[in-house]
């Protein structure tokens, strides 16, 4: 069998790639959390845009659409939490 490219299908789906970013943002609020420096939220907030991107891809993309609901809520809090984060800082 061919291979068609070294990526799985699954990492080029668009609501995997949300699902991803999600991860990825929650992972750098957990290490703002742990190292509250302006570095590491503006690595948070960065992620939340790409994620923010890759969440209106999987919405046209118009599939799992349940899941692209939860993970959009989850970037909700994540970005709430970043934004308390640095008004914290900011004080």
Known sequence: MAKHSDTSWKQDHPSTLFSN??????????????????????????????AENARFNAEQYGEHLDIVQQNKESLEQIKQQLHEMKDDMNR
């Open 21 to 50: 970013s999600v991860l990825k943002a929650d992972r750098l609020l957990k290490h703002a959390k742990l190292h509250p420096e302006e570095i590491a939220l503006e690595h948070a907030f960065n992620q939340i845009k790409h």
